[in-house]
Nanobody
Framework: QVRLVESGGGSVQVGGSLRLSCVVSRYIYGMNCMAWIRQAPGKEREGVAN????????YYADSVKGRFTISQDTAKNTVYLQMNVLKPEDTGMYYC?????????????????????WGQGTQVTVSS
């Protein structure tokens, strides 16, 4: 059983920063990709950022490039999402997800919504 637990969400003003954390209970054989996905009220889930667990390569949605950074600390079984210059449209529930997939699919942030392992989510609210 793989368990993912997110933390770090909260309320922040436009232009502010937050850092989300996702602790993974264990890495199962073949698990090679982790992701952050968000869902705004009334909207579909949106892949935000992926990271290849093996080599640390990162991938981002265009909407967050240059503002968000995904990283990992394998010694702590933790993946982070540093979010800077936050905008109201960044508001939503942020989920951490993981799966065993092809290296090519890990490059596609839009594919992360199909991942098999999910956390419970952490709320991010950006107000003006």
């Amino acid at each position: 059983q793989v368990r993912l637990v997110e933390s770090g969400g909260g309320s922040v003003q436009v232009g502010g920063s937050l850092r989300l954390s996702c602790v993974v209970s264990r890495y199962i054989y073949g698990m090679n990709c982790m992701a952050w996905i968000r869902q705004a009220p009334g909207k579909e889930r949106e892949g935000v950022a992926n990271i290849d667990i093996g080599d640390g390569t990162t991938y981002y949605a265009d909407s967050v490039k240059g503002r968000f950074t995904i990283s990992q600390d394998t010694a702590k079984n933790t993946v982070y999402l540093q979010m800077n210059v936050l905008k109201p449209e960044d508001t939503g529930m942020y989920y951490c997800a993981a799966d065993s997939t092809t290296p090519y699919r890990c490059t596609m942030v839009g594919f992360s919504a199909t991942f098999g392992y999910w956390g419970q989510g952490t709320q991010v609210t950006v107000s003006s």
